[in-house]
Structures are given as structure tokens and as C-alpha cells.
């Protein structure tokens, strides 16, 4: 029996669940001798410049946004492709304001010693974070979420810093789940009163001071043109035992499957890359125009699954397959395993990103003590069910990855479910990346298509044609005879109406036949 389950990525205007507790800080050691900061960045002159000009026609008296690119620790320098506004809260506020002396002075305890003329920026720091988390899914390889960038006169953003920081913590902390290395964010103040702008590398550590929180040199220049595109198909199928027994008990599906991520990951790392048909073993950088396709090899690995099915207590298998098309930027002077291993991390990111809009559309939790009857139970969102042996075998299609034209030729994805159409997709550009020119959605291409995937393994399955060009979908199958029952007529039908079985058949009995006759005639 199949299931399919419907998925979409959450508006961040209109995002279910919304927490308005504060941020917990998570308090890190960090030796900030022993860490390297971004000493210069450069900046897209065509993108800022046009960002720069807006905010002076708008006169607004400040905007909070983030600041997209990529902090190369190869180079020791940070490149800026682009400034992406936060847009209006659910309630349609700007997420960021300035308070006035007198709103200072209400907030403060010591308001005696205050001058008059004090004003500072209030920043919605959880909206921030979550436009900062779902901006980040629709990013290549890279391409990050590397900071915020502040609108606002030099006075309030002084008066500002604790403000600010945990604006800076918020984002850190939503992106930090697809991108664990990160650990050095960007602010840019774009001052109007003087006109100018300031960079500051921030390490992300367990409080803002003067020695964490550093000036480099910015300028402007050309970015988004010397950038060099990498471009991968990785092909996979993951699978995972269902035990039902011992820790595994109250695990559910989304556990399971987080899981198999984690230890899937480790593994992709430590892959080896053919890029151009040429095995990446040195840092020289790439030369050479155009795109450029990479291949991933994987050494010939134990199967791990073979020998959890000796154990009693597994009742089925969760798999994973499909095929992801991955892209990857890299600067002129960075070296080719850079772009290799931003490769890596768009895959996992792609994976993680699909398995979070699951998790961000499924329910509350389904426990077996929850006081539901069975009924309400077979209702519930896949993702959030434990694993039981009554589970009945099912397939969840997972988003399919959807690339959007950008900027000078790159470009950005979103994630859409079999039941939206393009025009949903283009929204949600509009609305995220508050994009100048609207795409149109005939440019939009769609590499990954949905195919059929078998649920069981026989030599029927083997005699049928492989499809490598699909989306991903998750599949659990189940041991024991009633499944195996179940499918038996399933694939019957499937022999008796697929060409390729029958020409099996027929070579196979016609080959029986000779070998008679040969026979006979000695």
C-alpha cells in the first residue's frame, strides 16, 4: 500500500508555531587566539550599490537584513554577493525600529544617568532567525546566510550592541543546524548619517566584547562574475533496519531517519571526487571556464544491513533513494577541493532541508501513552509515528529541488510537494528573497523528477529498468511473511505487464529449448 503525504515550505510571513521565548545562549570556550577571523571582505559593487540606493529613496530610519556570501578560510576573506531585507512580521511591523530617548528611558533602570538625545534599535531577533533559517535552505553550495546587515544612524546602532548581538545569535543559531561549521558570522552597518559603511567579524562565542567583535577592511568590487560553477548528480539508496526493541522503542520515523542522515554524512565526507574526469588530490585552483560536472567514488563498504537482520528484533527496512542535482560556487582563487567539499555540503543540506519541511508541516508527537485510539493513530503525519509491526509498508516523495535563476548566471532552489505548481514557488521567492525582477517560471528548471521505486527486491527487480534520474522518496519495507504475501500478486502484475520480463522470460525458455536440442543431437 502507498501513502503520499503532502509537504510544503513554510511562508515566513505566515509560519505556524512561532515561539516568542528568548533565545537560550549555548555558552561555548572558545580561544579567540587560536581562531582565524576574516581580516578583508569584498563586497558585489552592482548588488550593494543598488541595495545602498533603495534605502536612501526609502527613507526609513533602519532595516535589519542578511547578508549572503561565503567567509573562505583558504583566503582568509569574506565575499558578499547580496543583501536580503527581513520582511514585515505576521503582524505587519517592520522587524526592525528605532526607540527614541524617552522609550529608553521608560525601559531602563538607571534612566537618571541617560542623555536626552539617546535612541537605539529594537530588531524582532526570532523573525530575523527564522527568515535567516528558511533563506538558507534556498542557498546553494557556497552560498550562505553569513551575517545580518543594519540600516541606521551611527548613534542608535552604538547605543545598540547588546541588541544587535543577539540578532547576530539568532541567525548564527538557525543556520548553524545546516551548517555546523559555522562559527564566525559578518555585521554591516550601512550608516546615512555620516553615509558609510562598516564590517565587523564576529566570533560566535559566550558573550559581545571588544575582543570577539573586530573591524576589517571592506571594499567593493566585482564577485558574482568571477565566480566558477560546479555541478553534480549524486545518486544514492540508503537503507536503515526498523528495530523494534531495546533504546529504538519510542524512536520515531523522523528519529530514524535523522539518524541515517548523521551517519550518511560522515561518510560523504570522506568520499573522493573526480572533477572533470580528473581526481582531485591537490589545492591548485580552477583555470578553467564553463561548468564543470563533479563525481563523487565511494570506497567499497561493509553492508551493515545484512548483519542487523540477523538480529530478532528488526521488523523492517527504512530506505532512502533518489538522485539530487547539487551546485557549488567557488571564487577564482579558492582551490577545486573547496568547491568539492561545498559540493558535499549542499547534498547534506539538500537531504536535511527536505526532512526539516516534514517535520515543520507534521503534528505533535504520537506516543503509544498518548490516549489516542487506533484511529486517530493511522491519522497521523508518517514522519511523527513510532514504528510498530502493524506498521503497513508506505512511500513518502520527498520535495523535489527546483532551480530559480538569480544573479549573473547563478542561481537559487526551493522545495516544492507533487500537489503545488510553480506559481507557489515563485511567491516564495518574492516574498523571501525580495527578488527586483520577477522570474518568470518558464526559466525555472526542474532536474529532479519523481519516478516509480520498488518496495521489495527480487530478480524481477533486477531485470527491470533502472531509472537514475528521480527525486528523492523515503520507502519502509517490511519483514515477515505477510508482506511478503502482500506483494506477491503486486509483482506478479508487474512481471506480466513489463516488456523487459517478458524478453527475460522468453531468452531464458528459449535458451532451455536449444540446450535440449543440443543435447539430443550429441
Same mark, same amino acid.
Given at each position: 500500500?502507498?501513502?503520499?503525504?503532502?509537504?510544503?515550505?513554510?511562508?515566513?510571513?505566515?509560519?505556524?508555531?512561532?515561539?516568542?521565548?528568548?533565545?537560550?545562549?549555548?555558552?561555548?570556550?572558545?580561544?579567540?587566539?587560536?581562531?582565524?577571523?576574516?581580516?578583508?571582505?569584498?563586497?558585489?559593487?552592482?548588488? %550593494?550599490?543598488?541595495?545602498?540606493?533603495?534605502?536612501?529613496?526609502?527613507?526609513?530610519?533602519?532595516?535589519?537584513?542578511?547578508?549572503?556570501?561565503?567567509?573562505?578560510?583558504?583566503?582568509?576573506?569574506?565575499?558578499?554577493?547580496?543583501?536580503?531585507?527581513?520582511?514585515?512580521?505576521?503582524?505587519?511591523?517592520?522587524?526592525?525600529?528605532?526607540?527614541?530617548?524617552?522609550?529608553?528611558?521608560?525601559?531602563?533602570?538607571?534612566?537618571?544617568?541617560?542623555?536626552?538625545?539617546?535612541?537605539?534599535?529594537?530588531?524582532?531577533?526570532?523573525?530575523?532567525?527564522? =527568515?535567516?533559517?528558511?533563506?538558507?535552505?534556498?542557498?546553494?553550495?557556497?552560498?550562505?546566510?553569513?551575517?545580518?546587515?543594519?540600516?541606521?544612524?551611527?548613534?542608535?546602532?552604538?547605543?545598540?550592541?547588546?541588541?544587535?548581538?543577539?540578532?547576530?545569535?539568532?541567525?548564527?543559531?538557525?543556520?548553524?543546524?545546516?551548517?555546523?561549521?559555522?562559527?564566525?558570522?559578518?555585521?554591516?552597518?550601512?550608516?546615512?548619517?555620516?553615509?558609510?559603511?562598516?564590517?565587523?567579524?564576529?566570533?560566535?562565542?559566550?558573550?559581545?566584547?571588544?575582543?570577539?567583535?573586530?573591524?576589517?577592511?571592506?571594499?567593493?568590487?566585482?564577485?558574482?562574475?568571477?565566480?566558477?560553477?560546479?555541478?553534480?548528480?549524486?545518486?544514492?539508496?540508503?537503507?536503515?533496519?526498523?528495530?523494534?526493541?531495546?533504546?529504538?522503542?519510542?524512536?520515531?520515523?523522523?528519529?530514524?531517519?535523522?539518524?541515517?542522515?548523521? /551517519? =550518511?554524512?560522515?561518510?560523504?565526507?570522506?568520499?573522493?571526487?573526480?572533477?572533470?574526469?580528473?581526481?582531485?588530490?591537490?589545492?591548485?585552483?580552477?583555470?578553467?571556464?564553463?561548468? =564543470?560536472?563533479?563525481?563523487?567514488?565511494?570506497?567499497?563498504?561493509?553492508?551493515?544491513?545484512?548483519?542487523?537482520?540477523?538480529?530478532?528484533?528488526?521488523?523492517?527496512? %527504512?530506505?532512502?533513494?533518489?538522485?539530487?542535482?547539487?551546485?557549488?560556487?567557488?571564487?577564482?582563487?579558492?582551490?577545486?577541493?573547496?568547491?568539492?567539499?561545498?559540493?558535499?555540503?549542499?547534498?547534506?543540506?539538500?537531504?536535511?532541508?527536505?526532512?526539516?519541511?516534514?517535520?515543520?508541516?507534521?503534528?505533535?508527537?504520537?506516543?503509544?501513552?498518548?490516549?489516542?485510539?487506533?484511529?486517530?493513530?493511522?491519522?497521523?503525519?508518517?514522519?511523527?509515528?513510532?514504528?510498530?509491526?502493524?506498521?503497513?509498508?508506505?512511500?513518502?516523495?520527498?520535495?523535489?529541488?527546483?532551480?530559480?535563476?538569480?544573479?549573473?548566471?547563478?542561481?537559487?532552489?526551493?522545495?516544492?510537494?507533487?500537489?503545488?505548481?510553480?506559481?507557489?514557488?515563485?511567491?516564495?521567492?518574492?516574498?523571501?528573497?525580495?527578488?527586483? /525582477?520577477?522570474?518568470?517560471?518558464?526559466?525555472?528548471?526542474?532536474?529532479?523528477?519523481?519516478?516509480?521505486?520498488?518496495?521489495?527486491?527480487?530478480?524481477?527487480?533486477?531485470?527491470?529498468?533502472?531509472?537514475?534520474?528521480?527525486?528523492? /522518496?523515503?520507502?519502509?519495507?517490511?519483514?515477515?511473511?505477510?508482506?511478503? =504475501?502482500?506483494?506477491?500478486?503486486?509483482?506478479?502484475?508487474?512481471?506480466?505487464? /513489463?516488456?523487459?520480463?517478458?524478453?527475460?522470460?522468453?531468452?531464458?525458455?528459449?535458451?532451455?529449448?536449444?540446450?535440449?536440442?543440443?543435447?539430443?543431437?550429441?
Amino acid at each position: 500500500m502507498t501513502f503520499s503525504v503532502s509537504l510544503t515550505a513554510v511562508s515566513v510571513r505566515n509560519f505556524s508555531g512561532r515561539s516568542r521565548a528568548t533565545w537560550k545562549f549555548v555558552v561555548s570556550r572558545i580561544s579567540l587566539c587560536s581562531l582565524s577571523m576574516v581580516k578583508a571582505v569584498v563586497g558585489e559593487e552592482t548588488r %550593494l550599490t543598488s541595495a545602498e540606493d533603495r534605502l536612501s529613496r526609502s527613507a526609513i530610519p533602519s532595516e535589519v537584513g542578511l547578508v549572503i556570501g561565503k567567509l573562505s578560510s583558504a583566503l582568509d576573506r569574506g565575499f558578499v554577493f547580496d543583501l536580503i531585507p527581513t520582511p514585515n512580521n505576521d503582524t505587519g511591523e517592520p522587524a526592525c525600529s528605532v526607540m527614541d530617548a524617552k522609550d529608553n528611558r521608560k525601559k531602563s533602570s538607571s534612566s537618571k544617568s541617560q542623555s536626552s538625545d539617546t535612541s537605539s534599535l529594537s530588531i524582532d531577533s526570532d523573525w530575523v532567525a527564522e =527568515h535567516a533559517r528558511q533563506v538558507s535552505r534556498m542557498l546553494l553550495g557556497g552560498m550562505k546566510v553569513v551575517g545580518i546587515y543594519v540600516w541606521a544612524s551611527d548613534s542608535s546602532f552604538k547605543n545598540s550592541t547588546m541588541m544587535l548581538y543577539q540578532a547576530i545569535k539568532g541567525v548564527s543559531d538557525a543556520v548553524r543546524h545546516l551548517d555546523p561549521s559555522l562559527d564566525e558570522v559578518l555585521l554591516i552597518h550601512i550608516c546615512y548619517s555620516p553615509r558609510r559603511w562598516n564590517c565587523r567579524s564576529c566570533l560566535l562565542g559566550s558573550s559581545i566584547t571588544s575582543s570577539n567583535l573586530r573591524p576589517c577592511d571592506f571594499k567593493l568590487g566585482r564577485v558574482l562574475s568571477s565566480l566558477k560553477r560546479f555541478r553534480c548528480i549524486y545518486s544514492f539508496n540508503l537503507r536503515s533496519p526498523i528495530c523494534f526493541g531495546g533504546e529504538s522503542a519510542a524512536q520515531t520515523f523522523t528519529d530514524i531517519l535523522r539518524q541515517q542522515l548523521a /551517519n =550518511h554524512a560522515k561518510d560523504l565526507r570522506r568520499a573522493n571526487a573526480l572533477v572533470d574526469g580528473d581526481m582531485v588530490q591537490n589545492d591548485e585552483p580552477c583555470n578553467t571556464d564553463g561548468e =564543470h560536472e563533479v563525481e563523487l567514488l565511494f570506497p567499497f563498504m561493509k553492508d551493515t544491513l545484512v548483519e542487523a537482520f540477523s538480529g530478532k528484533d528488526i521488523a523492517g527496512v %527504512l530506505c532512502v533513494a533518489g538522485s539530487i542535482c547539487s551546485y557549488a560556487y567557488l571564487n577564482a582563487k579558492e582551490p577545486i577541493s573547496q568547491a568539492v567539499a561545498d559540493i558535499k555540503a549542499d547534498i547534506i543540506r539538500s537531504l536535511q532541508s527536505r526532512l526539516d519541511i516534514i517535520c515543520d508541516e507534521a503534528e505533535e508527537n504520537l506516543y503509544p501513552n498518548n490516549g489516542l485510539d487506533k484511529e486517530e493513530a493511522a491519522n497521523a503525519p508518517i514522519p511523527k509515528l513510532i514504528p510498530s509491526p502493524s506498521t503497513k509498508p508506505f512511500r513518502l516523495p520527498l520535495p523535489r529541488r527546483v532551480f530559480v535563476p538569480w544573479l549573473s548566471g547563478t542561481f537559487l532552489c526551493d522545495y516544492l510537494q507533487p500537489s503545488e505548481s510553480l506559481e507557489v514557488l515563485k511567491e516564495r521567492c518574492i516574498e523571501l528573497i525580495s527578488m527586483e /525582477n520577477t522570474p518568470e517560471t518558464s526559466t525555472f528548471s526542474e532536474v529532479e523528477t519523481e519516478a516509480h521505486l520498488l518496495i521489495s527486491k527480487s530478480f524481477w527487480d533486477a531485470v527491470s529498468p533502472a531509472t537514475s534520474d528521480v527525486a528523492p /522518496n523515503f520507502i519502509v519495507e517490511r519483514s515477515g511473511e505477510g508482506t511478503r =504475501h502482500e506483494d506477491d500478486d503486486q509483482r506478479t502484475d508487474k512481471a506480466s505487464s /513489463n516488456p523487459a520480463i517478458v524478453v527475460a522470460v522468453l531468452v531464458l525458455v528459449l535458451s532451455v529449448v536449444l540446450g535440449l536440442v543440443f543435447y539430443g543431437w550429441e
